[in-house]
């Protein structure tokens, strides 16, 4: 097996590591509403002095979210209904915390008109002992690609069908073998995570996919 970097070996179990706890953070709130928009940032400050790199990396991922479309609104917006309104929300889940690694999932919806919301995902996994962000090279997995997106694959159509939204007409885009079909990824020391867009797949109705891979077949496939 090729030798992983710290994050993915703390994070994920690849072998034991010393576990100094979880932590908590607080939710906390970066909002402006306007006579024609409204922005709304919804992001967790994790709490001790530890954690200070990894909120510095949270708040960046915030921000940029925030001044992007600040820009865009006060800049470039015109109503488009009139009595509609230009929208821009961050969502987040945190898979993982500890005082070793951070996953969290944040999800954007926007809204600038049109007849439907766009709705778009970044991941942070974020190694606080080396003090730098994870990303999906990380893994070590370009050499599985192709298994990888094939188990995601089934997994999707697995879903869908525990959905009711599968029959034998159905048809799902497959997933490309390379890395960057990857980069949505979060971890907790079970099991990896991997996100697709909605759209990408299926159709957009459907949502976003997030299959769970756990250890056992994570090491299955990448021994």
Known sequence: MKKRTFFVIAIIAVMLV????????EPKVKTTKDTDWEITA?????????????????????????????????????????????AAEMSYQV????????????????????????????????????????????LMIEDYVQELADYCERDIIRQMKKRGVWDELTTISEIEPTLASFNLFNATRSSLYFTFNEGKLTGNWLGKFTVELPMDSFNAITD
């Open 18 to 25: 010393a576990y100094e706890g979880k932590v908590n953070y």
């Open 42 to 86: 919804n992001y967790p400050k994790f709490e001790g002095d530890k954690m200070a790199n990894a909120n510095k990396a949270i708040k960046a991922i915030v921000d940029s979210f925030y001044n992007d479309w600040e820009e865009f609104f006060t800049t470039s917006y015109e109503r488009i209904e009139p009595d509609g309104m230009g």
């Open 95 to 138: 898979f993982y915390a500890d005082t070793d690694a951070v996953s969290i999932l944040f999800e954007t919806m926007e809204y600038s008109g049109g007849m439907h919301p766009r709705h778009s995902y970044i991941t942070l996994n974020y190694d606080i002992v080396k003090k730098r962000i994870a990303d999906v090279s990380d």
